[in-house]
């Protein structure tokens, strides 16, 4: 497995910008796909993008497309998570979490995913 450490969460005004970060370790992370899911108070976890190896590819759940943006830096072993456009119901505590290449897997499924960080509160107030 991977350690994942978020950072970057934060209070925000409806409107305003974050970056959350997620460092990885091990030398195998340009081998894992990653991903970002959220869960709010009394809410399941749910999706919010992933994103391939090489970064080529990414896919975001309807919520956040054209809001947030997913993006990687292998040389440095981080996964980034861009926020534009905050709103209120973006508040959530934003886990990131790894998983090495899986046949077939639904990479929008918490449960495809094998490493998990600690979270990072993310406060958007209105």
């Known amino acids: 497995q991977v350690q994942l450490v978020e950072s970057g969460g934060g209070l925000v005004q409806a409107g305003g910008s974050l970056r959350l970060s997620c460092a990885a370790s091990?030398?195998?992370?340009?081998?894992?796909?990653m991903g970002w899911f959220r869960q709010a108070p009394g809410k399941e976890r749910e999706f919010v993008a992933t994103?391939?190896?090489?970064?080529?590819?990414?896919y975001y759940a309807d919520s956040v497309e054209g809001r947030f943006t997913i993006s990687r830096d292998n040389t440095k072993n981080t996964v980034y998570l861009q926020m534009n456009s905050l709103k209120p119901e973006d508040t959530a505590v934003y886990y990131c979490?790894?998983?090495?290449?899986?046949?077939?897997?639904?990479?929008?499924?918490?449960?495809?995913?094998?490493?998990w960080g600690q979270g990072t509160q993310v406060t958007v107030s209105s």
């Open positions: 994103i391939n190896r090489s970064g080529s590819n990414t």
């Open positions: 091990g030398r195998i992370f340009s081998g894992w796909r």
């Open positions: 979490a790894a998983s090495p290449p899986k046949y077939g897997a639904s990479w929008d499924r918490a449960s495809s995913f094998d490493s």
